[in-house]
């Protein structure tokens, strides 16, 4: 099984580097035990970024406009509407996991998304607002807890005391 971490974003944008700097955290707090990817791609190059996982984990601002910027937001994929007849002109993360799931690609069968209200994804350069930065560590923890339920749940699947090798004892 694998589990990733996609943080999305693009470091250039004030705010939208949230989902870069999360995922690299996470990476240094859980080592090898969950692979830590960061994305500043879109559209069908996503599917690189996703096909392999079982279990994926998305870290990512999400302007709502219907909370305070630094608002935490968990949802599974289930729970965000598809746009009907999606769009020609975008291709995002859900229309590339639908794309893969209908080409047979090893896609994730679990999707969790981990998305802070930004304050500023337009401006170049600079540093997060103080709502994103302080949204960091509350995300982290969510993150981990997430993280560390999935890897628990791994473990305890696993048959305990297999052999992995036919070597005959003398």
Do not use: K
């Amino acid at each position: 099984m694998s589990i990733r971490v996609l943080g999305l974003g693009n470091d250039l944008l004030a705010d939208d580097r949230l989902g870069l700097v999360a995922a690299s955290a996470i990476g240094r707090r859980f080592g090898d035990r969950v692979e830590a990817v960061c994305s500043s791609t879109s559209g069908f190059d996503l599917l690189e970024s996703v096909v392999g996982a079982t279990r994926l984990l998305v870290l990512d601002t999400l302007p709502t406009g219907a909370a305070p910027p630094g608002t935490v937001f968990e949802v599974s994929e289930d729970e965000v509407p598809a746009l009907q007849g999606g769009s020609p002109h975008y291709v995002g993360l859900f229309e590339a996991l639908r794309l893969g799931r209908t080409l047979g690609l090893a896609v994730p069968a679990e999707v969790v998304i981990l998305a802070v209200e930004p304050e500023d994804v337009l401006s170049v350069g600079g540093p997060m607002s103080a709502a994103v930065a302080g949204a960091v560590e509350p995300l982290l923890d969510r993150a981990g807890a997430i993280l560390s339920g999935w890897l628990a749940a791994e473990a305890a699947a696993a048959p305990a005391g297999a052999c992995t090798s036919h070597a005959q004892l003398s």
